[in-house]
């Protein structure tokens, strides 16, 4: 997996910035897309993956749309641990956004 927090996702934050895009027009498909995931167990979701697992991101990976940061590098780096736990390889790659 690369490019986004297999746990801590901000898809709250991301829905609100698709929500202000598609209110100028832009970006329609992706406001379905994180509407449906309101109501989604991720946690539930990761545990039950049993394939190989492994998420790479660079450390400082992060940007902003509409005012509002969202965070991949450190959600990943909070994240470790349990990440760890359930059978991910995790690689942050330092220096790399």
Known sequence: MWGWPPLGGQYHETLAVTEAQAARGEGLPYVTYY?????????????GITCPRLIFVGARDRF??????????SLVAEHRPELERLG??????EGRT
């Open 88 to 93: 991910w390889v995790v690689k942050l790659v």
């Open 35 to 47: 509407r449906s995931l309101r109501d989604w167990d991720e946690r539930k979701s990761v545990e």
């Open 64 to 73: 902003v749309a509409e005012d509002r940061e969202i965070r991949i590098g």
